[in-house]
């Protein structure tokens, strides 16, 4: 297969709600879609998921949009693809610009899939010779609040939508002593804490109480980039760390794994360069008994269905961070709307990631220019 046409639509997607986490109140959502085809006008779609702002991830929409047109279309250019694996690869020589780099790659699984005839899922099921699942169950991530009660109901209203692992945010000035009167309230849901890199090693006392309450794990407690400070706390912590902004490759998981700085790993495949990479991830994490799972960055309707075909391989079996849509946007991109059902989402069955661009973007994206004709 050889990628000759290519295009990018930017827009904003608008929370129905704003999102709070240590690293800043999201209230609208930029993303790129990128529209990928070969000879025969199927076209492959990704999304590209940096922020607006390098506070969460180095790259931004903006940078990751000049790395795409570049620097890593010229390289996808004229290239005989045999699989999709053969896209990383292909990048290899650009360090870095993971998610740049994992928008692209996913358009390019979506293609293949679609030329297989063959839904996203099934495609990566045999692949990695995972098992895959026709159904999920997924989880939800709320924002933090400015105060108890706000938390406390809005745990209620997702414990009564059915989402049965519920991950709350935490900053630093979160009263951390209140989760031993939350957690007593909703005995049968499974919690974890994220604290998105907002505490230091002088906070290891205050974790430390947090075990008394039951809880699945505390995601990325520390600096972003450090791996020796969370190894550190793990050795003094019984309830699992997970590390999210730590992992960008393989690599990164297996110094955490060599360090001891967490028991598990929040898996976001743009982040880690797409989807041959989480694949990887995924292996090595089954090989030495680090738990993995499907993380979300409120990612539009593509991303959303992309992050579904990686959560249905039978090695994710903790619910991943794919809520349902009717959690996200005020309008989302794609026709289909993900419902929850007993806490569970329904993988798309149709071919590639299974889900249809709604009519005025599938406009919109018809009259952008064809990078790779295009440009002078
Ligand atoms: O830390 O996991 C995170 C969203 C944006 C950026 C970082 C994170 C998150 C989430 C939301 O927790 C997950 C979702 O998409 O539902
Ligand atoms: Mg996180």
Request: charged letters at 20%; proline letters at 4%.
């Amino acid at each position: 297969m050889k990628i000759i046409h290519a295009k990018l639509l930017p827009y904003d997607l608008k929370l129905k709600k704003p999102f709070r986490t240590a690293h800043g109140t999201t209230h609208f959502r930029p993303i790129t879609l990128i529209a990928l085809s070969s000879d025969d006008e199927q076209w492959g779609y990704g999304e590209l998921e940096a922020f607006a702002q390098p506070t969460y991830t180095p790259e931004t929409q903006e940078t990751a949009r000049l790395v795409i047109c570049r620097y890593l279309l010229p390289l996808l250019e004229g290239q005989e693809l045999n699989c999709p694996e053969d896209v990383s690869k292909l990048f290899t020589v650009v360090q870095g610009n993971q998610m740049a780099k994992a928008a692209l790659e996913t358009a390019v699984w979506d293609l293949f899939a679609k030329h297989a005839q063959k839904n996203l899922s099934r495609l990566l099921s045999e692949h990695s010779q995972l098992g895959c699942r026709q159904s999920i169950l997924v989880g939800i991530s709320i924002g933090a609040q400015s105060n108890t009660s706000k938390m406390i109901s809005e745990i209620a209203a997702a414990v009564e939508k059915g989402y049965q692992r519920i991950k709350l945010k935490i900053t630093s000035t979160t009263e951390l002593e209140a989760f031993s009167r939350i957690r007593p309230l909703f005995p049968k849901i499974q919690f974890m804490l994220d604290a998105n890199s907002s505490f230091t090693l002088k906070n290891t006392a205050q974790l430390k109480k947090l075990e008394k309450i039951k809880l699945a794990m505390i995601e990325q407690p520390l600096d972003a980039t450090d791996f020796t400070a969370h190894a550190e706390l793990q050795k003094q912590l019984h309830v699992p760390i997970c590390l999210d902004e730590n992992i960008f490759s393989l690599d990164d998981v297996r110094t955490a794994y060599q360090l001891g700085s967490a028991q598990a790993i929040n898996l976001k495949l743009s982040r880690v360069g797409g989807l041959t990479n989480a694949l990887q991830i995924i292996h090595f994490c089954n090989n030495h008994g680090l738990l993995v799972w499907c993380g979300g960055m409120l990612e539009g309707g593509i991303g959303r269905a992309t992050n579904l075909a990686l959560a249905s391989l039978e090695s994710l079996p903790f619910p991943g961070d794919i809520s349902a849509s009717d959690r996200y946007y005020q309008k989302d991109i794609i026709e289909e709307q993900f419902s929850l059902k007993n806490g569970r989402l329904t993988i798309p069955t149709d071919n590639g990631i299974g889900v249809t661009l709604k009519k005025n973007i599938q406009k919109r994206l018809l009259k952008q220019p064809d990078i790779l004709k295009d440009t002078p």
